[in-house]
């Protein structure tokens, strides 16, 4: 089994910044991308960004700019720099990795860490 675990959430002000980070953890796994997707009240959820093991990176439209993705292979953690965050930020942030090595490959989520941004 393979867990994502979140962290760095919180309430900051309009224009501020937080670092959000996921660590997978298990045995026997090989990690394709990581990556960040949220889903704010009565809304989809949508890309944020995703890193591949190659390092190539794939953003959304709405956070281009302001926000960076990076990991860290050898401890198989993932990072969200948000900057010049915006009420329209807010939202539950999940991590999610496409994952092989112990079954098929598919997708893993973790449970999801809330950012909210006051105006």
């Known amino acids: 089994q393979v867990q994502l675990v979140e962290s760095g959430g919180g309430l900051v002000q309009s224009g501020g910044s937080l670092r959000l980070s996921c660590v997978a953890s298990?045995?026997?796994?090989?990690?394709?991308?990581m990556g960040w997707y949220r889903q704010a009240p009565e809304k989809q959820r949508e890309l944020v960004a995703t890193?591949?093991?190659?390092?190539?990176?794939n953003y959304g439209d709405s956070v281009k700019g302001r926000f960076t993705i990076s990991g860290d292979n050898a401890k198989n953690t993932v990072y969200l720099q948000m900057n010049s965050l915006q009420p329209e930020d807010t939202a539950v942030y999940y991590c999610?990795?496409?994952?092989?090595?112990?079954?098929?490959?598919?997708?893993?989520w973790g449970q999801g860490t809330q950012v909210t941004v006051s105006s």
């Open positions: 999610n990795a496409v994952i092989s090595g112990i079954g098929p490959r598919r997708p893993y």
């Open positions: 298990g045995r026997g796994f090989n990690i394709w991308t």
């Open positions: 890193i591949a093991s190659g390092e190539s990176t």
